[in-house]
């Protein structure tokens, strides 16, 4: 394929990953950024997501352009927006920065390009929220330049599976739309899927979500139960995931975190809304999984009773604070609501997490393991990095609470499972 120059618009966990695949396979790539400490950071060849090793930025070398001026987009055959979609203080979508980055884009949109918009969002974003502001170029989307929808699906943390790997889902404005944008993708990846317009793409990404969102609040919902039975969750869930066929495996844990399960169902929820309609399964999901860490914080309370000791001045150790194992994304992580409800009730609280070294805003730095597994009261796994050995936490401190099942297989007494 013939060398293109991409523009992306938003440089973090998804952009900059995007970026360096379409550089990595020798195409020209514009990378934008409102924040121009990222910006800087490329255009010194360091990289600051996690996923993507300061090497590759430097082994790409001049084919990525990092900026934080959009006229810089006027020479790009496509421009994909990855900014963020969070939700406002009511819950609600928070299309600002979708607004602020199309608003800035119409500006410089000429002719013939493509804009694709990347950002997890409600489906008819695109063409109802989208299409408008990029027309205030003067130019008719369809007809003058091309527009679609592409959701992201990148994993952070996740190795087996790559951009080149996953199948990219397209839906266009029009059929010619959805063309130029699948020729554009299957330069980074090796299956793309076309559907019949963005709302369907947009939808598609939001199923992803409620899906895992849904099937995750089911799992919490049995280990509350199976607190009350005295059954081991665990062991349930490895013997119904010996089944072949017809059951997909999830687990329950202390809660959602990242930026898109505890976020994208409710994008949806809004829309619904919008229709006169209750989508039931997304609020009950979300509230059963938002409530986690309150159960979490009672199991804890409970250990330390059945040891005769109180949440009041217990010093408890939090392992891994960050939402998933293998990153540092503290974003939405379940251990920040944990720590809270915990000190709330009078804990002394510290963490070890080698992913995340400090917490500024809570005043904690990672303790090392040797100084304090067996001078805490309470060691609780809450999210289970590969780096750390359970096997010693269970020998070395005296209670350990495990909320991911990373210690099925060790028996000991000192040892309880969510
Ligand atoms: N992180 C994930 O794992 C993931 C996975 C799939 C989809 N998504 C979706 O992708 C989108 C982006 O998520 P992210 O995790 O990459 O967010 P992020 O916060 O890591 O990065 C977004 C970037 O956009 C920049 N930005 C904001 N407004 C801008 C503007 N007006 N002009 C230029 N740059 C601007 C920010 O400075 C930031 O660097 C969201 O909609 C998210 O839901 C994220």
């Given at each position: 394929?013939?060398?293109?120059?991409?523009?992306?618009?938003?440089?973090?966990?998804?952009?900059?990953?995007?970026?360096?695949?379409?550089?990595?396979?020798?195409?020209?790539?514009?990378?934008?950024?409102?924040?121009?400490?990222?910006?800087?950071?490329?255009?010194?060849?360091?990289?600051?997501?996690?996923?993507?090793?300061?090497?590759?930025?430097?082994?790409?070398?001049?084919?990525?352009?990092?900026?934080?001026s959009y006229e810089d987009l006027a020479a790009c055959e496509a421009v994909l927006i990855c900014v963020p979609t969070p939700l406002t203080q009511s819950r609600e979508p928070d299309l600002t920065y979708l607004v602020d980055s199309a608003t800035s884009l119409s500006a410089v949109l000429v002719p013939e390009q493509l804009v694709v918009l990347e950002s997890t969002t409600y489906p008819g974003t695109t063409r109802e929220r989208l299409r408008p502001i990029l027309e205030e170029s003067g130019l008719a989307a369809g007809r003058d330049f091309h527009l679609a929808f592409s959701p992201e699906r990148i994993d952070p943390g996740r190795t087996d599976y790559t951009i080149r790997t996953t199948p990219k889902i397209v839906g266009g404005l029009t059929e010619a739309c959805t063309e130029r944008a699948r020729e554009l993708y299957a330069a980074i990846c090796d299956e793309v899927v076309t559907v019949s317009g963005p709302e369907a793409a947009e939808l598609a990404k939001l199923l992803e979500n409620i899906f895992r969102s849904v099937n995750i609040a089911l799992m919490n919902e049995l280990a509350m139960l199976c607190d009350r039975l005295d059954i081991d969750i665990w062991e349930v869930i490895d013997a119904a995931a010996t089944k072949p066929f017809?059951?997909?495996?999830?687990?329950?844990?202390?809660?959602?975190?990242?930026?898109?399960?505890?976020?994208?169902?409710?994008?949806?929820?809004?829309?619904?809304?919008?229709?006169?309609?209750?989508?039931?399964?997304?609020?009950?999901?979300?509230?059963?999984?938002?409530n986690q860490p309150h159960f979490c914080v009672q199991r804890m309370e409970h250990s330390l009773n059945e040891v005769s000791k109180p949440m009041r001045g217990s010093r408890i150790l939090l392992l891994g604070v960050s939402y998933k194992a293998g990153v540092g994304d503290m974003r939405e992580s379940p251990a920040l609501k944990i720590m809270r409800l915990a000190r709330e009730m009078g804990a002394d609280v510290v963490y070890h997490d080698p992913h995340v070294p400090e917490l500024p805003d809570l005043g904690l730095s990672s303790v090392e393991l040797a100084d304090e597994l067996a001078g805490c009261d309470l060691a609780c796994v809450v999210t289970a990095h590969p780096e750390v050995d359970y096997e010693r936490v269970v020998a070395e401190a005296p209670l350990v609470l495990d909320f991911r099942g990373v210690t099925r297989g060790i028996e000991a007494k000192n040892l309880v499972r969510l």
């Open positions: 394929m013939a060398p293109m120059k991409v523009g992306i618009i938003g440089l973090g966990y998804v952009g900059l990953p995007l970026a360096v695949a379409f550089a990595e396979e020798g195409h020209e790539v514009v990378g934008l950024d409102a924040d121009g400490r990222k910006v800087e950071a490329l255009r010194e060849g360091r990289s600051y997501i996690e996923d993507v090793p300061t090497e590759t930025i430097s082994s790409v070398g001049d084919r990525l352009v990092a900026t934080t017809g059951f997909m495996r999830f687990d329950p844990g202390p809660g959602m975190g990242g930026h898109c399960l505890p976020v994208d169902p409710f994008y949806l929820a809004y829309k619904a809304r919008e229709h006169d309609f209750y989508t039931e399964f997304i609020e009950l999901a979300g509230k059963i999984n938002q």
